[in-house]
C-alpha cells in the first residue's frame, strides 16, 4: 500500500498537482509497518518530514494524506499543512514535522503525558541518521533516560541526510550507540526485513512498556528516490542502488518468504495489489476531485477560541 | 486501459524541461520503479520511474527534445493483452498546474486581512474585589498555584523550579504543596525541555515552561514559534498546544548584553500564540491565570526588577484578566503615553511629573502584545492627538513602531504631532553602571518626548 501510494504521489508530483518539497518513504517500508504490529490503541506516533508511510500504516485514509498533498479542503489538515505536516489525534499520529530534530522532544514529551497520565502508553518517535546530530536529540534523551520515559527512539538510517552520506556526517555510524553516554540501550536492526523489525519491537515495547526507560532501536534501511522529488542523487551510484532494490527489497523479501511458506500464493498476490491500486487510484482521484481550501480558511485555525 | 506517460514537474518550480534520453525502446516491458527516461529540469538531471506494469507502446517526444511543457504526453504504455491500436494520444496537452496556479494567486489577490483595529473584548475591567498586599512575585505562585488545585493537568517546569524554590523565587512552596510530579526540575536544556513541553500539551496536558530568563528561551525559539505556535494552523485546527512559556524579560542590573534583552517585539510578530506582559500585581495574577487556562500557546513576559515590588491584588481565585485588552492607568487629555510592564510605572512617574507642569497624560498599560489592543490606543490618541510609546526593548521594528503604523492607518487624521518612540538605545547592553543607564529609556526621556510631542518645552 505503501508503496503503490509514494509511487502515486511521486507521479502526482510531476503533473504538478503536489507542490512544495515531497519526501518520499519508498525503499523503507519495513520499518513502519513492522513497528506498528506491536502499537496498542493509547500509544502515539511522531516523525519527520518523510512521513506518508507513517500516516498510512497508522492507519489513516489515503484519501485524506494524497487530499492534503494535493492541497485540498478534505486533506487532514484541511490543506494548510500539506505534505511535511499532517495529524491525526485519533489514530495517534502527531506528524509530520518539518524542522530536522525538532519532533524528539516533542516525541519524548508525548512520552512524558503517557507517563504523568498513567495510561499504559509508549511514544514511537521516529527520526532519521540525519537528525541523530543535533543537539536537542541528546537534550531530549538525557531528559528521557533521567525520567524513565516511556519512548522508543527509532533511528531510520537510510544512510544518507539528503545528499551527504553519514561517513561524512558523523563521527561515529554506530547511531544504536548513541545512547550510550545516558545509558539507554541500543539496538541494530536489519531495516529491510519485516519480520526482524517486528520482533525488535515486540521486544522494545515490552522493555519500555514496563517501565525500564527508554530505548533506540536503529534501522538500516535504504531510501530508493531522492531526498525530495527534486534531488538526483547524484551522490550515490546506480550500482548501489541496484543491488539494495534487486536484492534487499522488503516488499519481495516478504513476498518470496510467503510464497516459499505457501502461507500465500502468486495469485493472492496479484488480486491483493490488484485491490491496493484500485484504493490508490481512489485516492488520487478523490484528492483531485476535492476543492482547493475556501480563501476564507486563510484566517482559520490560527488561534483557539477561549471558552 | 492504455496510459499516458506526462512530462513530470520534478522540482517546485520547473515548467518545462529536456528529455535527455529514452532508458527504453518500444515494445520493451516494464515494471513499476524502473527507469524509463533521464529528464533535465531546471535544476538537474533526473531519472523518470514508471509507476505502473506494461509494455512501452510508443514513445511519443524524441531523445534529445528541449523545452517540453510539464504535463505533455511523452509516451505511452500498454497493459498486458493490448497492443499499438489502443493509442489514443491527447489532443491538448493537460496543463492544470499553470492554470491553477493562476486561479490560486488571484484569489490571494482578493483576499482581504480582516479590518484592523478588531475589537477583540468589549468587556469592563473585572473588579479588584478585596485585595492583599503582595509582590508580583508572590501574585504569580498564586496564580499558578490556585490553578494547578483546578486543574490536575497544569504542571510546572523549568531549571531549579522545584528543590531550589526558583531561581527567583516565583515558584516558593509549590514543590511541597504539589510534589515533584508536577514541579519538576530540568537540566539546563531549554531547547529540549520546550519542545518536551510542547510535546506534553499535545498530549492534553497543560505545562507551565519557566524560563530562568527569556535570554536562554532563544535556545528554545524554534520550538516556541515552530512547534508550539504552528502547529493548529498547520493540522487544520487539529493539534492545539495549551502550554504557557514565562519567565523574566527585558534589562535586570549589571548583567551584561546576553542576559539583558526585552523580547517583546520578538514574539508579538508571530501569529499562532498570544503574549502577555503584566506590570502589576494584579496584572501578573490575572494574566498568568489567563495564560494557563488558555487553550492556545502564551507567552508571559515578567520583569526581574518588580518581582520584589508590592501591589493590592485580588485574592478571590477567579480574578482572571481577558487577554488582548489593555488598561488605562491614568487618564488625560493632553497626550496618550503607552507602556508594557515595567515602563508601565515609568510612565505613570512621568505623568505625574508632567501634571506638574500642566500637561495632562493618559497612561495606557498594554498587558498584551498579541493581540494588541489597539482599540484602546486608538480612542486615547483620538482624545489627546498625541502618542509617545514606551519600550525598554530597540527601536528598530519594535513595539512603539507597530504602534505608530496602527495609528497612522487608523487615527491618522487626529494627529497634531509625530508618534514619538522612547526605547532602549540601539547597541548591545553594556556592562558598566552609567552606560547601561544611558542604555535604558527613563522617566525624563518620556517627560521630553511628551512635551515636544505637546510642543512645550
Redesign the interface.
Known amino acids: 500500500m505503501i508503496r503503490r501510494f509514494e509511487e502515486r504521489a511521486g507521479q502526482l508530483y510531476g503533473m504538478g498537482l503536489i507542490g512544495g518539497f515531497c519526501h518520499l518513504y519508498i525503499g523503507q517500508e519495513a520499518v513502519v509497518v513492522g513497528l506498528q504490529g506491536n502499537v496498542i490503541d493509547a500509544d502515539t506516533l511522531i516523525t519527520t518530514y518523510r512521513d506518508h508511510g507513517h500516516m498510512l500504516a497508522s492507519g489513516m485514509d489515503p484519501k485524506g494524506v494524497m487530499a492534503e498533498l494535493t492541497g485540498r479542503i478534505d486533506g487532514y489538515s484541511r490543506g494548510k499543512g500539506g505534505s511535511m505536516h499532517m495529524f491525526s489525534r485519533e489514530k495517534g499520529f502527531f506528524g509530520g514535522h518539518g524542522i530536522v530534530g525538532a519532533s524528539v522532544p516533542i516525541g519524548t514529551g508525548l512520552a512524558f503525558s503517557h507517563k504523568y497520565n498513567e495510561d499504559g502508553g509508549v511514544n514511537f518517535c521516529y527520526f532519521g541518521d540525519g537528525a541523530t546530530n543535533q543537539g536537542q536529540v541528546y537534550e531530549a534523551f538525557n531528559m528521557a533516560a533521567l525520567w524513565k520515559l516511556p519512548v522508543i527512539y527509532v533511528i531510520e538510517n537510510n544512510k544518507y541526510g539528503m545528499g551527504t552520506s553519514i561517513e561524512r556526517a558523523s563521527a561515529s555510524i554506530d547511531l544504536y550507540r548513541r545512547g550510550e553516554a545516558y545509558g539507554i540501550p541500543g539496538k541494530v536492526v536489519d531495516g529491510m526485513d519485516v519480520a526482524a523489525v517486528y520482533k525488535a519491537g515486540q521486544e522494545a515495547v515490552e522493555y519500555v512498556r514496563g517501565g525500564n526507560g527508554p530505548i533506540i532501536l536503529e534501522m538500516k534501511t535504504y531510501r530508493y528516490r531522492g531526498h525530495s522529488m527534486s534531488d538526483p542523487a547524484k551522490y550515490r551510484s546506480k550500482e548501489e542502488l541496484a543491488k539494495m532494490r534487486g536484492e534487499h527489497d522488503p516488499i519481495d523479501r516478504l513476498r518470496f518468504k510467503l510464497l516459499e511458506d505457501k502461507a500465500l500464493d502468486d495469485e493472492a498476490f496479484k488480486e491483493m495489489d490488484k485491490a491496493i491500486k484500485a484504493r490508490v487510484t481512489e485516492s488520487a482521484e478523490f484528492a483531485q476531485a476535492s476543492p482547493e481550501p475556501d480563501p476564507s480558511e486563510l484566517f482559520t485555525d490560527v488561534l483557539r477560541d477561549v471558552a | 486501459m492504455a496510459t499516458e506517460i506526462?512530462?513530470?514537474?520534478?522540482?517546485?518550480t520547473?515548467t518545462e524541461g529536456t528529455l535527455s534520453k529514452w532508458m527504453v525502446k518500444e515494445g520493451d516491458s516494464v515494471v513499476?520503479?524502473d527507469i524509463i527516461a533521464e529528464i533535465e529540469?531546471d535544476?538537474?538531471?533526473?531519472?523518470?520511474?514508471a509507476?505502473?506494469e506494461g509494455t512501452i507502446g510508443k514513445l511519443l517526444v524524441a531523445e534529445g527534445t528541449e523545452g517540453v511543457d510539464?504535463?505533455v504526453p511523452i509516451a505511452v504504455v500498454l497493459e498486458e493483452g493490448e497492443d499499438a491500436s489502443a493509442i489514443v494520444v491527447s489532443a491538448a496537452p493537460?496543463k492544470?498546474?499553470?492554470s491553477?496556479h493562476v486561479?490560486?494567486a488571484e484569489?490571494?489577490a482578493?483576499?482581504k486581512q480582516?479590518a484592523a483595529p478588531k475589537p477583540v473584548f468589549d468587556v469592563d475591567e473585572p473588579d479588584l474585589g478585596e485585595t492583599a498586599e503582595i509582590t508580583v512575585r508572590e501574585a504569580l505562585r498564586d496564580a499558578m498555584a490556585e490553578e494547578m488545585r483546578k486543574d490536575e493537568a497544569v504542571?510546572l517546569m523549568g531549571e531549579e523550579v522545584a528543590e531550589y524554590q526558583g531561581a527567583y523565587k516565583v515558584s516558593q512552596g509549590l514543590l511541597e504543596e504539589f510534589s515533584g510530579?508536577r514541579v519538576i526540575d530540568?537540566?539546563i536544556?531549554e531547547?529540549?525541555?520546550?519542545?518536551?513541553?510542547?510535546?506534553?500539551?499535545?498530549?492534553?496536558?497543560k505545562p507551565i515552561i519557566e524560563f530562568m530568563t527569556f535570554n536562554f528561551a532563544m535556545q528554545a525559539i524554534?520550538?516556541i514559534i515552530?512547534?508550539a505556535a504552528k502547529?493548529?494552523?498547520?493540522?487544520?485546527?487539529?493539534?492545539?498546544c495549551s502550554i504557557v512559556f514565562r519567565g523574566p524579560n527585558g534589562a535586570a542590573s549589571r548583567v551584561g548584553a546576553q542576559h539583558s534583552q526585552c523580547y517583546g517585539a520578538w514574539y508579538a510578530h508571530i501569529?499562532?500564540?498570544?503574549v502577555v506582559a503584566p506590570w502589576s500585581g494584579a496584572d501578573a495574577k490575572g494574566l498568568m491565570k489567563a495564560a494557563i487556562?488558555?487553550?492556545?500557546p502564551v507567552i508571559v513576559l515578567e520583569n526581574e526588577l518588580l518581582y520584589g515590588t508590592k501591589f493590592d491584588v485580588p485574592t478571590s481565585d477567579e480574578y482572571v484578566l481577558p487577554?488582548g485588552k489593555a488598561k488605562i492607568e491614568r487618564e488625560g487629555t493632553d497626550v496618550t503615553i503607552t507602556a508594557f510592564t515595567i515602563m508601565v510605572g515609568k510612565a505613570l512617574e512621568a505623568a505625574e511629573q508632567l501634571a506638574e507642569q500642566g500637561i495632562s497624560a493618559e497612561v495606557i498599560n498594554l498587558r498584551s502584545l498579541r493581540p494588541l489592543d489597539t482599540e484602546t490606543i486608538i480612542k486615547s490618541v483620538q482624545k489627546t492627538n498625541r502618542c509617545v510609546s514606551c519600550e525598554e526593548g530597540f527601536p528598530f521594528s519594535g513595539i512603539g513602531a507597530e504602534i505608530s503604523a496602527q495609528i497612522m492607518e487608523n487615527a491618522f487624521d487626529w494627529l497634531d504631532a509625530p508618534v514619538a518612540r522612547v526605547t532602549g538605545v540601539d547597541v548591545p547592553m553594556p556592562y558598566a553602571a552609567n552606560l547601561e543607564k544611558l542604555a535604558l529609556p527613563q522617566v525624563e526621556h518620556i517627560v521630553e518626548a511628551a512635551k515636544a510631542a505637546c510642543y512645550r518645552d
Open positions: 506526462l512530462m513530470p514537474a520534478l522540482s517546485p520547473m513499476a520503479g529540469t535544476k538537474a538531471t533526473m531519472e523518470l520511474e509507476v505502473d510539464v504535463n493537460q492544470p498546474a499553470a491553477e486561479t490560486e484569489s490571494v482578493v483576499v480582516p504542571f510530579k530540568t537540566p536544556t531547547q529540549g525541555f520546550a519542545g518536551l513541553g510542547v510535546g506534553a500539551a499535545f498530549g492534553n496536558l524554534d520550538q515552530n512547534s502547529t493548529l494552523y498547520m493540522s487544520g485546527g487539529q493539534m492545539g501569529p499562532g500564540h498570544k487556562r488558555d487553550p492556545n487577554i
